[in-house]
Structure formats: C-alpha cells, structure tokens
C-alpha cells in the first residue's frame, strides 16, 4: 500500500469558503490527478476516504467542497440550496473550476492527466466541467444524469460513465432517457450503468440522519459502482503512460 499524505485546503467559490481535502501518494512526482465531488448534502468522510483509497493507488485526488465547509442533515435545509444550485449551470462550472485550479497549483498534479468523480451534485459539476469544454481524461458520475443547456455536451472531449439505481425517484427513467438523448446527440464516448434495485445515493453508507424518500444504501452495488469507477480510471487515467 502507498503511504499517503492528506491535508485540508481551504479556498473561495460561490462566495464562501471552502475547504476541501487533498490527498497525495508518496514520492515527489508527478502524478494523474482525481477531482472528488460529493453529493447535495456536501463533504464528508465518504468522500474523503474516497480520496484517500485513490490516493493510495497513486493518484492525487481532492474531494472539492459545495456548501462552504457545511454538511447539511436537513434534507429541506439541503434542496434549499442544492435545488437553486442545480438550476444554475454557470454556478456550478464556478465552483468545479475553483475546485479544479486547486488540483491544479498542486506541484505533484500532471494537469494534462485529470479526471473527475462525482456523486449527486458533484457529479453533476462534474458534467458541467466537461460541457464548458474542460480538458479531462474521463467523467464519472454516481446519481448525476443531469443534463445542460442545449448542444453543450458537444463540448465534452472525454469518456463520460454513469450508474444509477434503477429504483431512484429522483433520477427516474424520464430523466435517465432525456441524459441517454443528449449525449448521444453529443457524439460523446458513454456508458450507463443500471444498477437494478437500488435507490438514490446507493453508494453512500448509512449515515444517522434524516434522509430524503427514495434514498437508501445498496452495499452490493455500492461497491460495484466503485468498481466500476476504478475500472474507468484504469482505462483513461492510467498510472502510468
């Protein structure tokens, strides 16, 4: 295992501050680099374990914040300001691009080698990303089949794999066909995952809190899903090249 180094770094966006985790492999090099983003209730352990496991394959990961260091256990308190978020596709581009040029000044980051993971809103940042034209190796989203303003996913030169639970109210089949049409009309290398059972935010461990109607951990497929992630990053972030 790589012995691995982690620190918070604290930086402005979406007029807060936020305060992100790092997380760096050893030695002095540079290396492929990982953007994290978590899902509509903000930062947490989750994801910064999720950052650190990737950290320890080798990569540089940083597990961006939303929320300005705030992890909401309200789920009205959270669609207050995720819902607005959500809506706004230039916000979101402002927070991922803040997020990213902290990965970026970091001296052990190769910037020609990033990719980005998202869950729920971070996945969706993600898409974002990838729809203003942001130079990455791949896009992953857990949760995230958003789509954006028409025509702009033209502008995602990268592969793009997403998974979702086949029961999620929230990211329904409606929603699963309109992301399916747009990025096919994009010309963009894709795959969608179906994880058959599960609910929204499957992937995330219990956590004792209230959540939301239709969300609800699948560890099976939890950790299918992550698997999955890892093989996408074997395939267009590898380690070495």
């Given at each position: 295992m790589i012995?691995?180094?982690?620190?918070?770094?604290?930086y402005p966006a979406d007029g807060?501050?936020?305060v992100g985790?790092?997380?760096?492999?050893a030695g002095a090099d540079r290396r492929p680099a990982v953007l994290v983003g978590p899902e509509g209730t903000g930062l947490n352990d989750f994801q910064r374990?999720?950052?650190d496991a990737l950290a320890?394959?080798?990569?540089?990961a940083f597990a961006f914040d939303i929320h300005g260091g705030r992890w909401f256990t309200d789920p009205e308190e959270m669609m207050a300001r995720v819902t607005p978020l959500l809506a706004d596709p230039d916000r979101m581009r402002s927070i991922g691009h803040a997020a990213l040029d902290v990965l970026r000044a970091e001296p052990r980051t190769d910037p020609d080698r990033i990719a980005v993971i998202g869950y729920g809103t971070g996945g969706a940042i993600g898409l974002e990303l990838g729809r203003d034209?942001?130079?990455?190796?791949?896009?992953?989203?857990v949760n995230a089949l958003t789509t954006g303003r028409p025509g702009e996913a033209a502008r995602i030169r990268c592969p793009v794999w997403a998974g979702v639970g086949s029961e999620d109210p929230i990211m329904p089949p409606a929603q699963r066909d309109a992301f399916v049409a747009e990025i096919l009309a994009?010309?963009?290398d894709w795959r969608l995952v179906v994880y058959g059972g599960a609910l929204h935010a499957f992937h995330h461990p219990p956590v004792n809190q209230a959540v939301r109607p239709g969300v609800g951990h699948h560890p099976l497929h939890a950790r299918r899903a992550w698997s999955d992630v890892v093989g996408l990053l074997d395939e267009c972030l590898p380690l070495t090249e």
């Open positions: 012995t691995v180094t982690t620190r918070s770094v604290a807060l501050r936020m985790h790092l997380a760096l492999p374990s999720r950052a320890e394959m080798g990569y540089v034209g942001v130079d990455l190796r791949a896009i992953g989203t994009a010309d963009v």
